[in-house]
């Protein structure tokens, strides 16, 4: 029993000690992660970032994160780390990601470089090896980017993955194999996979069409032909409108001031339109005629496409229109299973009590705006019950003046009798 838990702790601790973790960042000291991040002097007007767990949370401390400060601003911060290279390992890169402003145009992605960037110089043209998160801008733009570097050259993924839009936060998840096979997750769930070499457009296609090779003149690919013992019937032309059988000249026509009378025009019942003959299957038809391919020259197979030689700093590099998204729980590591554990430790752990506190505050908001209807409406109604009480004044105002008159007629009265 105790030799089986002994092996039972060896192998674990084998484990443990495979997986490595590159980089890992929570913001759980204060403010000490300005010691640890660096902001690039490319620009003079970058935009602020704070440590906020934002306006709801499922943890004050451990859901602070990174947060854009200031409104239509370039954005440029970055971390280093010891470098290393993905040559023969998987390769996993993991963030939260929270849009509680409603983000309407901004990127929520990150940036890894290669070791040697100068952090201080960092900016949009700055070269990367990978670009990995969301972006959003309006409702036409609402993706998940994964674009490595190849040869100098920067490649988009072909598939479109979309992001989450909400305000919750969220946890997005990158992993690169050897195998050159590659997976994006979305909080812990897998949404899209494939080959690197299939879905991106890294290398030439391994088949080109033969310029040599041509249709043959004689290729007939008509699936159907005109019957040739198809004529047209002798009473199929026929006038498509014909002057109104009904139509009759006003009787006040004057043909010296209105010229010749003609009827008006109506479509014509037996008008059957253009002939053609009817169609008939093609004896001589071979089939879509299909260029010939033959292997391309240029194509040469790289197995090492996933590979990176210096990985050292994670950045973020991007542009937001209107600020508040908050980055956190960065990691970098070899290992698909640390790295899930890390999500669901984290993101997993905070994200009901997170939504738990936001539908609470969007309660209270509900009730509050209808507290105000309310008073509003009450207010309303009695301004127009004061002005209803003001309205008999008047009313005794209007009617004095017929009184005076009677008062008047009276003392008239006694005069004609006089």
Avoid at 48 to 60: M, N, P
Avoid at 165 to 173: A, Q, S
Wanted: with cysteine; charged share 40%; aromatic share 10%.
């Amino acid at each position: 029993m105790r030799i089986t838990a002994a092996v039972c702790f060896i192998s674990a601790l084998a484990f443990i000690a495979h997986a490595d973790v590159y980089f890992k960042e929570q913001f759980l000291d204060g403010d000490g992660w300005k010691s640890r991040w660096v902001e690039s002097k490319h620009k003079s007007d970058y935009g602020q970032w704070k440590l906020t767990s934002g306006k709801f949370y499922g943890d004050a401390e451990l859901d602070k994160g990174l947060q854009t400060s200031q409104d239509a601003r370039f954005y440029a911060l970055s971390s280093r780390f010891d470098s290393f290279s993905n040559e023969g390992k998987t390769l996993v890169i993991q963030f939260t990601v929270k849009h509680e402003q409603k983000i309407d145009c901004g990127g929520g992605y990150v940036k890894v470089f290669p070791a040697e960037m100068d952090q201080t110089e960092m900016h949009g043209e700055s070269q990367y090896y990978i670009m990995f998160g969301p972006d959003i801008c309006g409702y036409s733009t609402k993706k998940v980017h994964v674009i490595f570097n190849y040869k100098g050259q920067n490649h988009l993924i072909k598939k479109d993955i979309k992001c989450k839009d909400d305000e919750l936060t969220h946890l997005y998840t990158l992993i690169l194999r050897p195998d050159q096979t590659y997976e994006v997750k979305i909080d812990n769930e897998k949404v899209e996979s494939g080959s690197l070499e299939e879905d991106w457009d890294f290398l030439p296609p391994k088949k080109i069409k033969d310029p040599e090779a041509k249709k043959p003149d004689d290729w007939d690919d008509r699936a159907k032909i005109d019957d040739p013992e198809d004529t047209k019937p002798e009473d199929w032309d026929k006038p498509e409108n014909i002057p109104d059988p009904d139509a009759k000249k006003p009787d006040d026509w004057d043909e010296d001031m209105d010229g010749e009378w003609e009827p008006a025009m109506i479509p014509n019942p037996e008008y059957k339109g253009e002939w053609k003959p009817k169609q008939i299957d093609n004896p001589s038809y071979k089939g879509t005629w299909v260029h010939p391919e033959i292997d391309n020259p240029e194509y040469a197979a790289d197995d090492a496409i996933y590979k990176f030689d210096s990985i050292g700093v994670l950045g973020l590099d991007l542009w937001q229109v209107k600020s508040g998204t908050i980055f956190d729980n960065f990691l970098i590591t070899d290992d698909v299973e640390e790295a899930e554990k890390f999500g669901t430790d984290t993101w997993g752990a905070t994200k009901g009590p997170e939504k738990k506190m936001k539908d609470q505050q969007e309660e209270e908001e509900r009730k509050k705006r209808e507290e105000e209807e309310k008073s509003k409406k009450d207010d309303n109604e009695e301004d127009e019950e004061d002005e209803d009480e003001d309205e008999p004044e008047e009313d005794d105002h209007t009617e004095e003046p017929p009184e005076e008159e009677e008062e008047g007629e009276d003392d008239a009265l006694p005069k004609d009798e006089l």
